[in-house]
């Protein structure tokens, strides 16, 4: 089946900091959302990208799929945007999202 | 505003028990899912519904069911629980499938 890597698996930043976080998959994909996990445990959908660049206030998201890659960048970091960050493919064919494990990022004030 | 709206938000079930987790959305979407999350790992899908009155396997489908109620509820059974379905058990809606997807706040279960 298609596999879907994260990297990297932890990060920490200071506040104030940029990052770029990756999502590598196995195979074609029909779709790929980003989600945001906060340490409550809600999971809220950031950006719903299937190919290009989407931007929302400080986080954007680009995806190539013909390279089979996607990234999510956060500038300007706050300890709000703490969390585990998912990205999750759409296998083709199906309806099915396949979730990656993760990254967890620790903004420090 | 409720959104996706999940019950309960806690159950400890003792082993061989049955239980219904139910999942309700208000937004009039026609696309339902259940996933389950283990400690540190993502999610993983158990079922989901593309529209009313259709249901189909995900990756980890053994051991539930599940049923389409309706438009606005989609609810997943356990009916003889086991250890290794302790997880936190997320339900999501969709306008449509291949649409973004709207998170409950999840169900912590525990299976002793």
């Known amino acids: 089946g298609i596999q879907v890597e994260q990297s990297p698996p932890d990060l920490i930043l200071q506040e104030g900091a940029n990052s770029t976080l990756r999502c590598n998959f196995s195979?074609?994909?029909?779709?790929l959302q980003w989600f945001h996990q906060n340490p409550w445990g809600q999971l809220i959908n950031l950006f719903y990208?299937?190919?290009g660049t989407k931007q929302n206030g400080r986080l954007s998201a680009t995806t190539v799929a013909t390279e089979r890659y996607s990234l999510l960048y956060i500038s300007s970091s706050q300890t709000t945007d703490s969390g585990v960050y998912f990205c999750?493919?759409?296998?083709?064919?199906?309806?099915?999202?396949?979730f990656g494990t993760g990254t967890r990022l620790k903004v420090l004030a | 505003n409720a959104g996706v709206t999940q019950t309960p938000k806690f159950q400890v079930l003792k082993t061989g028990q049955s239980m219904t987790l139910q999942c309700a959305q208000d937004m009039n979407h026609n696309s339902m899912y259940w996933y389950r999350q283990d400690p540190g790992m993502g999610l993983r899908l158990i079922y989901y519904s593309a529209s009313e009155g259709t249901t189909d396997k995900g990756e980890v489908p053994n051991g539930y069911n599940v049923s389409r109620l309706n438009k606005r509820e989609f609810s997943l059974r356990l009916e003889s629980a086991a250890p290794s379905q302790t997880s936190v058990y997320f339900c999501?809606?969709?306008?449509?499938?291949?649409?973004?997807?709207?998170f409950g706040d999840g169900t912590r279960l525990s299976i002793l």
């Open positions: 999750a493919v759409e296998r083709m064919g199906t309806y099915k999202y396949i």
């Open positions: 999501a809606s969709s306008e449509r499938s291949r649409e973004p997807q709207h």
């Open positions: 990208i299937p190919s």
């Open positions: 195979d074609s994909v029909n779709n």
